[in-house]
């Protein structure tokens, strides 16, 4: 152990109200996450383990802890439930991994608005419940809502479940604010509104340690869950698009082509294996979608109210459909991307006669700037990089927008471009650049960028 490290470990054991971890098994579980989804992050990714482990309990004890960082110049990455599948909270320089756990509570609810204002760490699962208490319900949240964090979702995330209404994450009117801590010479709690929050949305903690968010809910409703068989994968293309084209209000709304849907569990498999649209509506929703469906001569299963089953379609949508197709082999792996408008079977076909069964489709209906698209997170059988790449250059020149999960960085699993104000934002809170490095590819030519 360097003498630095020493010094540093001995320096967190000094700050009350910090858990130091230093157990070797832990401080491995606690440095990786889902990017062994990707073959290529797991081989990048394997090898990067933090020096240490810490959990602060309260503000004081966080910016203690930046601090040290500061002084030392030690790597600083922060942590919720570990749940990104691209190696986001990985520590790819080592240093201290900065758990949030213990920043959990709700702390309050602005009645007239329906905002909330919630610390970093807390579970979405655990928010939803206490937002229930007031007749809201969250917006938007991804597959792994159980054991993912809402700061962790704001930073890491992009948009999931909801996504057919609410959009994306960054879209604007989802986060209303928020509160970081920077690492400086003398850090700070700084206070952001939404136009100064920006910046630090899906910026894999880059640029701030994010303690509390205000974000906007939805009024709380009962979503029934529902299940229509579809022989034809283009008559499901359509069918999906009635729904979202439809005045009612969905949650959710996917397609899983036939040879996904044999190897989710058995329960979704129903009386038949064929390609099946899933959706979450409410109960006027349920009335509409009847009528497409008896119109299309579909057959549509009323499974109930999703908090009423015991099995919840949930967990096979977004990238749980990638997680169950994982459980039963390994060299799954998958894509992200936006279809493009109004030629989503045209492309889709056109991979089907030249990939086969080699690539499944999987679709997931979402707003996109308020107009109905179609999303594909297809999975694939792992070959290698060079037929990876091949299959996105097909993708994309068919006219799909590829969000690649096979990257590290935040443009690279966006749209490729730098976003000036991330930078700039990490020159102002972290100028030395320690917070989560080589995940903000921009800091690595921010003379572009900075005036
Ligand atoms: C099976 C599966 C399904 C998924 N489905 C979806 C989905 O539907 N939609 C979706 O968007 N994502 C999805 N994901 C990715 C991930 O689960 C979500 O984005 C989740 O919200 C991440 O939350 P987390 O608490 O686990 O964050 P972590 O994985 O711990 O962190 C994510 C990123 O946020 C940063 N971060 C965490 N907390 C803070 C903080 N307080 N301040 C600053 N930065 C912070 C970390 O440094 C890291 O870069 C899925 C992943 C898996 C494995």
Redesign the pocket.
């Known amino acids: 152990m360097t003498n630095k490290i020493e010094k540093l470990k001995n320096d967190l054991n000094s700050i009350p109200n910090l858990e130091v971890i230093n157990n070797q098994s832990d401080v491995k579980r606690l440095s990786r996450?889902?990017y062994n989804?990707s073959p290529i992050l797991k081989k990048q990714l394997d090898s990067c383990l933090a020096d240490v482990v810490v959990r602060p309990k309260n503000i004081e004890a966080l910016l203690a802890v930046s601090k040290i960082c500061w002084d030392l110049s030690i790597p600083l990455?922060?942590?919720?439930?570990?749940?990104?599948?691209y190696g986001?909270?990985v520590p790819l320089a080592n240093g201290v991994v900065l758990q949030?756990n213990y920043?959990n509570k709700v702390e309050e609810y602005y009645p007239d608005s329906g905002f909330v204002k919630v610390q970093?760490?807390c579970l979405?699962g655990d928010l939803n419940r206490v937002l229930g208490k007031y007749g809201r319900e969250l917006r938007l949240f991804?597959?792994?809502w159980r054991?993912?964090?809402i700061?962790?979702?704001i930073?890491?995330?992009?948009?999931?479940?909801g996504s057919v209404k609410w959009g994306f994450?960054r879209d604007p009117g989802n986060l209303i604010g928020l509160e970081?801590i920077d690492v400086n010479s003398n850090p700070k709690l700084l206070k952001l509104n939404a136009e100064e929050s920006e910046p630090?949305n899906h910026a894999?903690?880059t640029n701030?340690?994010?303690?509390s968010l205000t974000i906007s809910t939805d009024f709380k409703q009962d979503w029934y869950s529902i299940v229509i068989d579809c022989e034809d994968f283009q008559n499901a293309i359509s069918v999906i698009k009635l729904c979202t084209a439809a005045a009612i209000e969905l949650k959710l709304a996917a397609i899983l082509e036939d040879e996904i849907v044999d190897k989710m569990p058995s329960w979704i498999k129903r009386e038949k294996l064929c390609h099946k649209l899933l959706i979450q509506s409410n109960f006027g929703g349920l009335k509409t979608i009847k009528l497409i469906c008896k119109k299309n001569k579909l057959k549509l299963e009323n499974l109930g109210r999703e908090d009423q089953l015991d099995h919840e379609i949930s967990d096979l949508v977004?990238?749980?459909t990638?997680?169950q197709m994982r459980a039963k082999d390994k060299n799954w792996t998958y894509l992200q991307m936006l279809l493009p408008l109004n030629e989503e079977f045209k492309l889709i076909k056109s991979l089907r006669d030249k990939y086969g069964k080699e690539l499944l489709w999987h679709l997931e209906a979402v707003s996109q700037q308020g107009i109905p698209r179609l999303a594909a997170l297809p999975i694939l059988k792992w070959k290698d990089e060079k037929h990876l790449n091949e299959i996105m250059a097909d993708c994309n020149s068919l006219g799909a927008i590829i969000f690649n999960p096979h990257v590290l960085t935040v443009e690279g699993g966006g749209l490729g471009v730098t976003d000036s104000d991330q930078v700039k934002a990490k020159q102002i809170y972290d100028p030395k650049g320690l917070l989560?490095p080589g995940?903000l590819g921009g800091w690595a030519e921010k003379e572009k960028f900075i005036d």
């Open positions: 996450d889902f989804y990455t922060v942590r919720g439930g570990g749940t990104g599948n986001q909270a949030m920043f970093s760490g979405m991804p597959s792994t054991t993912a964090s700061g962790g979702f930073a890491g995330g992009s948009g999931g479940i994450l970081a630090l894999y903690g701030g340690i994010i303690t977004w990238n749980h990638t997680l989560n995940k």
